[in-house]
């Protein structure tokens, strides 16, 4: 039933719920080594589960119109968060603001489980479905440019995660 504000909003995300380990209507990427699978999809906010083996990493990037969060389910990511180190275990919340260089590392020798969500939803759906299975890690860099997620060389970086020191 429709409430009078929900009148008021466009409202584009269907009631229901995604089963753990299942994405939104099937929906499962496989992205250099990570597996995603869609939680969620509305234009704002739009979520997905991760599972990322030991090894994976996402380098530092840039979101310029979205705001990007972590819950870590099981395990732990260390983060190049605005240049800076932090680590986040499980039941911890990363804040990534729009704007702000940031990449997780799962540097462990087990996998670690996380969702993620941003808001706006923006191009990250149109972005996931283009590097489902996309090997070169050059490629992935290319395709994310068009779709709003612009990778950091590495002589804008103010450390490399990889060699840090666990």
Request: with cysteine; aromatic share 10%; glycine share 8%.
């Amino acid at each position: 039933m429709k409430t009078a504000i929900a009148n008021m909003v466009q409202v584009n995300t269907e009631p229901g719920i995604t089963r753990a380990g299942n994405g939104l209507d099937d929906v499962e990427w496989s992205i250099l080594g990570h597996t995603y699978w869609m939680k969620s999809e509305g234009e704002a906010c739009f979520s997905f589960e991760t599972l990322d083996p030991p090894g994976t990493f996402v380098p530092p990037h840039v979101h310029p119109t979205q705001d990007e969060f972590i819950y870590v389910l099981e395990g732990r990511f260390d983060l190049y968060l605005g240049g800076e180190h932090h680590v986040a275990n499980a039941g911890d919340v990363v804040r990534m603001p729009m704007g702000i260089p940031h990449g997780y590392y799962n540097l462990t020798d087990k996998p670690t489980r996380a969702i993620f969500w941003v808001s706006p939803a923006r191009r990250l759906r149109e972005l996931f479905d283009n590097l489902h299975n996309v090997g070169d890690p050059a490629e992935v860099v290319r395709r994310s440019a068009l779709r709003e997620v612009h990778f950091l060389r590495p002589d804008e970086m103010t450390f490399d995660p990889l060699t840090l020191k666990i």
